[in-house]
């Protein structure tokens, strides 16, 4: 049972949607080359950032990684101006400068997604340790995948944040695969004894329930806010689709088997739709309203994106310099 | 050796003094800006640098750090770009690689990656310089690595004056500075005016005017271009002496018009020779002055060795005022 009411239960399904909506674009805009370089889709992982971002305020901060667009969207960018950076267009969140893995959206909290593994977690915990010198309530969220968990940078980071009591919570999106490497032949021992080695409570979600993963994330964010200090969240999930949108023959990595039942049984937006149906929070009819509704979002974000213009030559060497 | 800008009846203040002063000044200006680093509260750093700043600000502002390069470098990253102005103490040059990521990967591209949107308004402080007989991993002048990377600006100050006005240059500026200090240089004294003042990026300082040739030097080098200006002078030849104080951005009109003027330049770093610093402002020089140079633009580095251990090798790889001299003397003997 939950604690999350109906309404908000709902307001995450279509956060979700819009994400995996997204996504499936993105998805079409590679494979009809009307985007230049690859995406690394979001979706299967959905109730991860929707979750986490639902227990956050606009100024709570987060960082994001290479597959960054569902945090992005999350935390509450605007899909047009993100079809367009990924488009490379002037209109786009970075003005076209930093494509699918560098949305930044600093109104919002967005630090930026970004393109090294474990890159962002000295920005996140910089972020905390501003806010802690700041003297605001602030927190910092930073997302990473279960690959980060081999970067020696996380851990000189999380024993500082332990030391300094930093309002920071080290979201780990275990989603199985380091790229195209099972995360067991990578790490060793538990993952849950890495946070705790440095005294950081360690919580584990189900990251194909958003409910669950919003519980946690609530709990943890109101502990940060109090200047408890950092916490560690590992939500279990499943990146449905390849590492990248070119990644299309996985057999060498994983069976077809595991990825039917992830997407069959173990997806987040048929798990909180169902569950919203059976609690009587709302009906076939509603969901395919707001399935209509976001979905016209997202055509009229692309073809906005498509159409508008790619940033002038002059472009190059501007945001250099402050 | 003269020092054109230390006037007699100036305050006089180290190089280590000197930058204590800006740090100082600048925290009790702007509550944003605060110390991270290894050991440089209590300790003041080895270098005694900070000594007495964690009295003045305490430890919330002068910040004891574990040994974690990277972390506290990506700590500094995340706190510039959310409203803070951070310095952040790297005690070795040499210990810059264990940052490079945060550095040349996240400092250097935040402000572009964003669209102009973020700032990373972070000083990088750390130190270069040989011949402390600290051997390959102490010792090295790594300011080459950073001036390779757009989007970071490379200070270098050789003189006290310097440090102090580049220092707070740095502090103000909105982008990510690393500043250099020779370790050696710290007990250096010079005239330093207790006021506040700032000292431009991008503007080089002609420390010694001349006539015959021009030595173009950074940091620890430009005490030996000073030497090898009075060695010279002695022979009769006239070295104008010129210290660019930032690498980036660079000063090119200043060092092109100076070549101009003499025809012949030598340019003296203490960083290694090959792709580095020497190089580029050659090159610089090169392609600015080509058509009134009377000789090729040489380039004096530190050895392409890993900087040995003992002083009868270490003393080999540095640029000394002799060689300097040297080379200078038979630059301008083939004076057409």
């Known amino acids: 049972?939950?604690?999350?009411?109906?309404?908000?239960?709902?307001?995450?399904?279509?956060?979700?949607?819009?994400?995996?909506?997204?996504?499936?674009?993105?998805?079409?805009?590679?494979?009809?080359?009307?985007?230049?370089?690859?995406?690394?889709?979001?979706?299967?992982?959905?109730?991860?950032?929707?979750?986490?971002?639902?227990?956050?305020?606009?100024?709570?901060?987060?960082?994001?990684?290479?597959?960054?667009?569902?945090?992005?969207?999350?935390?509450?960018?605007?899909?047009?101006?993100?079809?367009?950076?990924?488009?490379?267009?002037?209109?786009?969140?970075?003005?076209?400068?930093?494509?699918?893995?560098?949305?930044?959206?600093?109104?919002?909290?967005?630090?930026?997604?970004?393109?090294?593994?474990?890159?962002?977690?000295?920005?996140?915990?910089?972020?905390?340790?501003?806010?802690?010198?700041?003297?605001?309530?602030?927190?910092?969220?930073?997302?990473?995948?279960?690959?980060?968990?081999?970067?020696?940078?996380?851990?000189?980071?999380?024993?500082?944040?332990?030391?300094?009591?930093?309002?920071?919570?080290?979201?780990?999106?275990?989603?199985l695969y380091n790229e195209y490497t099972h995360y067991l032949e990578t790490t060793a021992g538990e993952i849950a004894a890495r946070p705790a080695a440095f005294g950081i409570p360690f919580r584990e979600a189900d990251g194909q329930d958003v409910r669950d993963v919003f519980k946690s994330a609530e709990a943890l964010v109101k502990e940060a806010r109090a200047g408890r200090g950092p916490s560690f969240l590992m939500c279990r999930t499943y990146r449905h689709r390849g590492h990248h949108v070119g990644d299309v023959d996985r057999s060498y990595y994983r069976s077809k088997d595991e990825e039917r039942l992830w997407a069959n049984d173990r997806d987040p937006l048929k798990i909180l739709a169902q569950a919203l149906i059976s609690e009587g929070v709302a009906d076939a009819v509603a969901f395919d309203r707001l399935e209509e509704e976001v979905r016209t979002q997202i055509q009229d974000g692309a073809q906005f994106a498509i159409e508008a213009p790619y940033p002038d030559s002059s472009e190059v060497a501007t945001d250099v310099y402050a | 050796m003269s020092m054109p800008e230390a006037k007699v009846d100036e305050r006089q203040l180290t190089m280590a003094e000197a930058v204590r002063e800006a740090l100082a000044q600048e925290m009790r200006r702007d509550p944003r800006v605060f110390i991270l680093g290894e050991d440089v509260a209590e300790a003041g750093t080895p270098f005694k640098v900070l000594s007495g700043l964690v009295k003045e600000f305490g430890p919330d502002r002068v910040i004891d750090t574990p040994i974690s390069e990277a972390g506290f470098t990506g700590i500094g990253v995340g706190a510039a770009m959310t409203g803070m102005r951070p310095v952040v103490d790297i005690m070795f040059g040499d210990f810059l690689f264990l940052a490079l990521d945060q550095i040349a990967n996240q400092a250097?591209?935040?402000?572009?990656?964003?669209?102009?949107k973020l700032n990373v308004p972070l000083v990088i402080r750390t130190t270069l310089g040989a011949t402390r007989r600290s051997a390959a991993q102490h010792s090295q002048s790594l300011h080459a690595l950073v001036s390779h990377i757009p989007g970071l600006k490379v200070a270098l100050p050789a003189t006290p004056y310097d440090a102090k006005g580049l220092m707070k240059t740095a502090i103000r500026d909105d982008n990510p500075v690393v500043i250099f200090e020779d370790k050696l240089s710290y007990t250096i004294k010079g005239g330093v005016p207790e006021d506040d003042y700032t000292i431009p990026f991008g503007q080089a300082d002609v420390k010694r005017l001349g006539e015959d040739i021009t030595l173009v030097a950074t940091s620890s080098m430009v005490y030996v271009a000073l030497a090898a200006a009075d060695l010279l002078a002695t022979r009769g030849i006239s070295a104008e002496v010129i210290d660019p104080r930032t690498t980036v951005p660079l000063d090119v009109e200043t060092l092109v018009g100076s070549a101009i003027k003499t025809g012949r330049v030598i340019v003296i770093d203490e960083g290694y020779q090959s792709y580095g610093v020497t190089a580029e402002i050659a090159s610089v020089i090169t392609e600015g002055a080509f058509y009134h140079l009377d000789a090729p633009v040489k380039r004096m580095g530190a050895m392409d060795v890993p900087v040995p251990f003992s002083p009868a090798l270490e003393d080999l790889t540095v640029p000394t005022a002799d060689r300097v001299a040297e080379l200078a003397i038979n630059l301008c003997r083939k004076r057409s």
């Open chain 1, 1 to 175: 049972m939950t604690s999350v009411d109906g309404g908000r239960g709902l307001a995450m399904y279509g956060a979700m949607l819009r994400i995996r909506l997204f996504e499936e674009q993105v998805n079409e805009l590679y494979t009809s080359a009307k985007m230049p370089g690859l995406a690394h889709l979001y979706i299967g992982e959905e109730g991860v950032a929707v979750g986490v971002c639902s227990a956050l305020r606009d100024d709570d901060y987060i960082t994001s990684t290479h597959r960054g667009h569902g945090h992005c969207l999350a935390k509450g960018a605007r899909v047009d101006m993100m079809f367009a950076e990924l488009l490379g267009k002037e209109a786009g969140y970075c003005r076209g400068k930093g494509g699918s893995m560098h949305i930044a959206d600093q109104e919002k909290g967005n630090l930026g997604a970004n393109a090294i593994v474990g890159g962002s977690v000295g920005i996140a915990t910089g972020a905390a340790l501003s806010i802690k010198q700041r003297g605001t309530d602030q927190v910092a969220v930073c997302f990473f995948g279960e690959g980060a968990l081999g970067q020696g940078v996380l851990y000189e980071c999380m024993n500082i944040a332990s030391l300094w009591k930093l309002p920071v919570i080290y979201v780990c999106e275990n989603n």
């Open chain 2, 108 to 116: 250097a591209k935040v402000h572009y990656m964003s669209g102009g």
